[in-house]
């Protein structure tokens, strides 16, 4: 069975900490995704990897880095976390051009 | 103007009924397109691939109409089940396969 799995449900973390979203498939795909989800303005990227050590800007990467140093995981880093990153994040995995992409069940990161 | 276009809803739908709507995309070099279903606090999950000669898959049927560059989701015989937020997915086929989401329509099927 697919899986991707993120490494918390929830998080609550004060400002200006540094945060670490983890994020796993055992699919062996080449690309993985990060997006936020929130009320009114639904998905959007932050950050995409097609390969390992590549990484590509979303449409919001803006306070935010990311890490592949293996195929399997792929992390959302907070430099300095703000009140406004306070969202539901999503990590997704995905193999080639037709293919479906598989999600985790998300992170809930509220910012204090 | 968005990349990925849905109306957000809610489409309030009696049981039994059918209910369709629609997703434009900016990007006519898109790929491939999806329909997912979310629920409310979950993470979307496939419904359906988008062919371009339209799919169907029991009582949901997608369609593709590049020229106009929508693709549509309708679903028949309505089940209180179906009630969920359908995110519409182009796939731009650049490196990296970008997925663009659309913001999502909500259907509320009701009794």
Known sequence: DVKVTQSSRYLVKRTGEKVFLECVQDMDHENMFWYRQDPGLGLRLIYFSYDVKMKEKGDIPEGYSVSREKKERFSLILESASTNQTSMYLCASKGDLNTEAFFGQGTRLTVV | ?111
């Open chain 2, 1 to 111: 103007r968005k990349e990925v276009e849905q109306d957000p809803g809610p489409f309030n739908v009696p049981e039994g009924a059918t209910v369709a709507f629609n997703c434009t995309y900016s990007n006519s070099a898109s790929q491939s397109f999806f329909w997912y279903r979310q629920d409310c606090r979950k993470e979307p999950k496939l419904l359906m691939s988008v062919y371009s000669s339209g799919n169907e898959d029991g009582r949901f049927t997608a369609q593709l109409n590049r020229a106009s560059q929508y693709i549509s989701l309708l679903i028949r015989d309505s089940k209180l089940s179906d009630s969920a937020t359908y995110l519409c997915v182009v796939n731009d086929g650049a490196a990296g396969n970008k997925l663009t989401f659309g913001g999502g329509t909500r259907v509320l099927v009701k009794p």
